[in-house]
């Protein structure tokens, strides 16, 4: 079976990636980009099987509005546009997947409309985009997210949905597990209609590291 995986660009991480490696960009091909771009460990807990675990014949793995990356594909491929949408539907007729996977269906302008049809493909999404009502994504066979509100109400309205968490990293488990000048770190999402129990958890732990003077970091970002 061959997966077609795509994945929209985190505005953060990529010119600090682009940062450490300025010197190297320039002569990398696509591929050497894309294995870089995994090793540094960007949606790593989402990529179904990274290219450099040698199943690339299976999984063809991309970040879609990366433009270095993907005029890097076009490139190599003789395709003479920049535009980022009709590199990706190259990408796919070139790849001819069983699986369309995107963890995009509400940045990438409906993408999904341009597929060509094709017998047998499975057009799967990744939403987890916090959201009392999320979109049904009814152009898409099956929908996959980490909330299970969210498979509840896709299930309810008679749409294939799935509970996929996060992957643990195989490289986390070479981390230094020495001392850290952090007791608590927490890095991830709040609202106060969806994580009621992540919510009380996070205030309760908050009292707690004051009153016992502990080093506790929110890392908290509005988007």
Known sequence: MRVFQCIHRYPPQIPAFEARHRDRLASLSFAELRTLLVADGFASVYVLEPPPEGRSDEVFFTIWDYPLLQRRWADEHGLRTTD??????????????????????????????RLPPR????????????????????????????????VRYWQQHGYPARLLPPAVVPAWE???????????????????????GRNALLVGLARW???????????????
């Open 209 to 223: 590291a004051r009153d016992r003077r502990l080093n506790l970091l929110l890392h908290l970002q509005r988007e």
């Open 119 to 150: 017998r047998n493909l499975i057009r799967a999404c990744w939403d987890a985009i916090i959201d009392p009502y999320p979109p049904r994504h009814e152009l898409y066979d099956l929908r996959f997210t980490l909330f299970e509100p969210y």
């Open 174 to 196: 070479a981390l230094d597990p020495g001392a850290r000048d952090l007791d608590v770190l927490f890095y991830g999402q709040l609202a106060q209609y969806f994580f009621s």
């Open 84 to 113: 980022l949408q009709e590199i990706l539907l190259a990408q796919v007729e070139a790849a001819q997947p069983d699986v369309f996977y995107t963890h995009s269906p509400r940045y990438d302008q409906g993408f999904i409309r």
